[in-house]
C-alpha cells in the first residue's frame, strides 16, 4: 500500500510501544517478515531539538531497518514543526504524530490523547509540519477522550483537510486505557470519515484471524500491532500468509514504465477507495502483482494459518533477540532491559516459572545461556515422547476482545508490559 509518496510492502504496521520498539526489537521483526513500516518508541520533540542522548538512542535506526517512521509527542507548533524538519533531514522515511497516548504526564503538557479535545489547535499544528516536510505525516489517534466524547471522526477529517497521509485509530478511548473491548464500529465510523487517505486500525491485534476480522468490520486500508507484536513476533508473517490464502487471489499484469494511468513500483491497492482498498499489496515481481480483496473473504479455514512457532523457534528468536540487545546498549544495560523481555517470550513456552525467576536476575551472556539450558532440562517434565508439550500444559489460544462472546470470560488476553506503559 501507500502513505503518501511512500510505498511499502504491506499493509501491516508495528506501532510505537514505550519502552520496547527499539532498534533491536525492530529489527528482529524485519528478519522474521511481513511489516511494511515500523515506528520508533514515542520521543519528545523538545528532547530531540535539544539533542538529549535519550531521544538520539529512541531514533537509532540502521539500513536494513527501513522504512521507519518516528512517532513525535508535543505541543508546541515551533517544535513539532522543526522536529519533522530535523527527522526529515536524517532520511527518516515518515513522521507519526503521537494523539493517543493516555499516560497523565503527556497528556498534561498538551500532548498525546489532549490533542484530540482541541480540534482547531491540533489541526493547525499539524499542518505547520505538514508544510515544512517533503515526507508523509502521519496521525496516531484514540476514538476520543471517553464514550461522551467520541472525536476521531471529526479529528480524522481535519487533519485530512491539512495534508495528512494517513491516520492511524486505536479502537479504544483514552478513558478505557487498554480495558474493555476494542471498538469495531468506532474504527469503521472514522473510515467513513475522511474521502481520500488510508485509515489504519489498531487495537487487540494479537493473531491473524483478528487482523482480518479489523479489515473487514471496519474498512480500513491495513492494521498496526503493538502488543500482539511483542508477544507474538511472527505475527506480520503469519498474518500476510493467512490474508493471502484467505482471499480471493488475481494475478493483473502491468505494463513496464507504467501505463493506463500505473506509474512504476505503484501497487493496486494504491489506487482503491481507503474505504474498501484492495489489502495486501504485495512487491511488483516480473511485471505482475497480485492483488487481494478483503471483500470476499468470509469462513476462512484454519488450514490458511501457518502453524505457531515450534519452541526452537521461538528460542532462537528470543535469542537473537538478546544478542541485538548487547550489541547496540552493551552487555550491562542490554541484559538489564532484556530482563522485563525475555518473560514475554516465555508466555507462549509453556510452564516457565522456573525460567521466569531466574531470567530477571540476568547481568551477562554467559549468565543467560546458563539459565536457559537449565529451563530446557526442567521444561522436559512437561513433554511427551515426541517432544511437544502435552496437551494440559498447552498456552491457551490468544483470542482479541472483539472476538470474544458477549459475557464469555478473557481467554488469552495480551496483558500490559511492565514498564512506560502499564498505567495505560
Known amino acids: 500500500m501507500r502513505l503518501g509518496s511512500l510505498q511499502l510492502t504491506s499493509n501491516l504496521f508495528l506501532s510505537p510501544l514505550a519502552g520496547y520498539t527499539n532498534l533491536p526489537f525492530r529489527l528482529v521483526l524485519r528478519e522474521i517478515g511481513g511489516v511494511g513500516l515500523c515506528t520508533t518508541d ?19 535506526t540502521r539500513p536494513e531497518d527501513s522504512p521507519l517512521a518516528v512517532q513525535l509527542f508535543g505541543s508546541v507548533p515551533e517544535e513539532m514543526r522543526d522536529a519533522a524538519q530535523f527527522l526529515a533531514a536524517r532520511g527518516v522515511a515518515s513522521i507519526d504524530i503521537n494523539m493517543g497516548c493516555p499516560v497523565r504526564k503527556v497528556c498534561q503538557v498538551g500532548g498525546g490523547s489532549a490533542m484530540m479535545t482541541e480540534l482547531d489547535k491540533t489541526a493547525a499544528l499539524v499542518k505547520g509540519m505538514v508544510d515544512a516536510v517533503k515526507i508523509p505525516v502521519t496521525a496516531k489517534m484514540r476514538l476520543g477522550w471517553d464514550d461522551e466524547n467520541l472525536t476521531a471522526p471529526d479529528l480524522a477529517r481535519a487533519l485530512e483537510a491539512v495534508g495528512v497521509a494517513a ?11 487498554f480495558g474493555g473491548t476494542v471498538n469495531l464500529a468506532g474504527i469503521r465510523a472514522v473510515v467513513q470519515a475522511v474521502k481520500t487517505i488510508p485509515v489504519i486500525g489498531n487495537g487487540d491485534v494479537t493473531t491473524p484471524e483478528a487482523a482480518k476480522r479489523m479489515l473487514d468490520e471496519t474498512g480500513c486500508a491495513g492494521v498496526s500491532i503493538g ?3 511483542f508477544y507474538d ?14 482471499s480471493s487471489r488475481a494475478v493483473l499484469p502491468l505494463p513496464r514504465g507504467g501505463g493506463e494511468g500505473w506509474g512504476e513500483g505503484e501497487t493496486v491497492a494504491s489506487q482503491q477507495s481507503p474505504g474498501r482498498p484492495l489489502t495486501l499489496a504485495l512487491s511488483p515481481s516480473e511485471g505482475e502483482r497480485e492483488v487481494t480483496s478483503h471483500a470476499a473473504c468470509s469462513g476462512v479455514s484454519a488450514a490458511a494459518l501457518l502453524p505457531e512457532p515450534s519452541f526452537d523457534e521461538r528460542v ?4 537473537r533477540h538478546f544478542e541485538l540487545m548487547m550489541e547496540i546498549f552493551g552487555e550491562e544495560l542490554g541484559c538489564r532491559m532484556f530482563r ?5 517470550y516465555s508466555r507462549r513456552f509453556g510452564p516457565a516459572n522456573e525460567f521466569n525467576k531466574q531470567v530477571v536476575h540476568v547481568s551477562n551472556r554467559a549468565q543467560f545461556h546458563e539459565i536457559l539450558a537449565n529451563y530446557r532440562r526442567w521444561r522436559a517434565q512437561f513433554l511427551d515422547a515426541q517432544g511437544e508439550l502435552l496437551p494440559r500444559f498447552r ?13 464469555a470470560a478473557p481467554t488469552g488476553r495480551v496483558p500490559v508490559p511492565k514498564g512506560p506503559v502499564e498505567v495505560w
Open 227 to 229: 502488543r500482539g507484536a
Open 395 to 407: 498456552p491457551p489460544p490468544m483470542i482479541a476482545s472483539f472476538m470474544q462472546e458477549a459475557g
Open 42 to 60: 514515542l520521543v519528545n520533540a523538545r528532547s530531540l531539538l535539544e539533542k538529549r542522548a535519550k531521544a538520539f538512542k529512541l531514533i537509532e
Open 316 to 319: 532462537r528468536v528470543m535469542c
Open 167 to 177: 491516520i492511524f485509530v486505536h479502537g479504544r478511548t483514552r478513558a478505557q486505557g
Open 233 to 246: 513476533p511472527w505475527i506480520f508473517k503469519r498474518t500476510v500468509q493467512y490474508l493471502k490464502i484467505s
Open 340 to 344: 522485563k523481555i525475555a518473560p514475554q
